[in-house]
Structures are given as structure tokens and as C-alpha cells.
């Protein structure tokens, strides 16, 4: 199998069908072999039944099921481990970077790298419509934090929700993740530059919904698990 698709999914019952039939009508086109994993973080609505429903429709379409909400990174970290794809990619729910996008990545690996992560902030790159100039300049001052206080020099864009990993690359670094929240994508990110794989940013279109917003309590979150990955690396933790 060449592609594994990972989809954490929190309260999702009403995006997902569209999603989910769009990445199928897409991967129905491509000459590999492919699977669909859905890991449901606990919701409380329906995204598991939907899911279920949704089977006999969309070809190899797997649900993961968990009871309880553990965290964005629990749960892709999860669907990473068990996916079967020589290639595992990671998206959001909600579609703002569409799977067609994948195939801005295929070169990248074959010129070796190991981890491609999609950026909205290199040369190439879109956001349809622009992001509110006070959101972009917060994203601008969280990456430059993480740059700073986890060692991603050179990463200018780790938060975007669509990132793949060759199967060697996953398998080694996810299981000593240890951030199941919000500054998941750093964690492995750092991880991976510190075993030697190699990672590219490649530019892509991200549809950037007006309607969403980023509560102040979720930055602080964020910015105290960016200094418990730090932490983690001065105290060797990833080592254990």
C-alpha cells in the first residue's frame, strides 16, 4: 500500500461526509493503492455512526474509535502507528488543505527527503481568502517562538495540518512523542530533525475560514507544552 490517510476527527459529523468524498473521488483517480483512517478523538456527536455509514461507499475506509477525547496528537499519532501506507499523511477534518495537494509532495520524496509538511509560508503558497492581518502576525510570532525554544531553524510554517512521513520515518518517530494536545506538530517535527530525517516544506493552498478564531487561553496552552518539548530534550526524555 503506498498512501495512508490519517483524519483526527473531534465533533465532525457534519464535515466529514464532504471531506471524506472528496479525498475518495481523488485517490479514485491515482494508480496506487491507498486506505482512509478516521480517528475519532471521543466526540460527542455522531462522526463515529457517520463514519461507520459512509463504508460501503467510500473504499478502504477504516475507523479508529476512541471513547474518551485524548488530543489532536494522541489520536494522530495513533492512526500513524496504524496505518499501513509506505507513505502516511496526516489532514484536517475540515478540508482546508485538500488531498489533491499531495501531489505536490511525490517529488520531495523522491529526491529523499523523509517528512514533507504542507507551509502557507513559502514561495508558492496561498491562502483563499488571506488570513486577518492580527491572525497572520500571531502565527508569525508563534513560529518564530518555536523556532527559538525548540531548534526548527529554517521551518517557517510547523502548524499546518497536512504533513507526511515515509513509513520509516513515522515509525520511528511518533512512539516517543509524548504532547497529545495543541504543540503536537513541533514535538515530531524536532523529533525527526534529531534522528536525521530529512523534512521539506512544500506550498500549498489552504482555505482559510473566516469564522474560525483562536481563543488567547489556547495560545498559552500551546505556548507551555512548546516549553515542555524543550524541556523534554534537555532532560532526555524522548531518549527513554
Not at 479525498?23 to 491507498?34: E, F, G, P
Not at 496504524?82 to 520531495?108: C, E, H
Not at 495543541?182 to 473566516?210: H, M, Q, S, T
Amino acid at each position: 500500500m503506498k498512501l495512508s490517510i490519517i483524519i483526527p476527527a473531534y465533533n465532525e459529523e457534519s464535515r466529514l461526509p464532504k471531506t471524506l468524498r472528496e479525498i475518495d473521488a481523488y485517490l479514485k483517480r491515482q494508480s496506487y493503492d491507498y486506505e482512509i483512517l478516521v480517528v475519532n478523538d471521543g466526540s460527542k456527536d455522531k462522526t463515529a455512526e457517520v463514519t461507520e455509514s459512509l463504508k460501503p461507499e467510500i473504499a478502504n475506509l477504516r475507523l479508529i474509535d476512541n471513547q474518551e477525547n485524548h488530543g489532536k496528537g494522541y489520536v494522530v499519532r495513533q492512526g500513524m502507528l496504524q496505518a499501513a501506507g509506505d507513505y502516511r499523511l496526516f489532514m484536517d477534518a475540515d478540508n482546508s488543505t485538500t488531498i489533491d495537494q499531495v501531489g505536490k509532495m511525490w517529488p520531495f520524496f523522491e529526491q529523499g527527503y523523509d517528512v514533507v509538511i504542507g507551509s502557507r509560508d513559502v514561495a508558492g503558497a496561498s491562502m483563499e481568502p488571506a488570513q486577518p492581518l492580527f491572525r497572520r502576525l500571531l502565527g508569525e510570532i508563534f513560529n518564530l517562538v518555536v523556532q527559538v525554544v525548540v531548534g526548527l531553524w529554517g521551518i517557517w510554517d510547523t502548524q499546518c495540518g497536512f504533513k507526511a512521513f515515509t513509513r520509516k520515518a513515522a515509525e520511528a518517530v511518533f512512539p516517543p512523542a509524548l504532547i497529545n494536545r495543541f504543540a503536537f506538530d513541533p514535538e515530531v517535527l524536532i523529533l525527526a530533525k534529531r534522528k536525521g530525517y530529512k523534512i521539506k516544506e512544500a506550498p500549498v493552498v489552504w482555505k482559510n475560514d473566516i469564522r474560525s478564531t483562536v481563543k488567547f487561553t489556547w495560545m498559552i496552552k500551546m505556548l507551555f507544552e512548546v516549553l515542555q518539548i524543550r524541556w523534554n530534550l534537555i532532560t532526555r526524555k524522548y531518549n527513554r
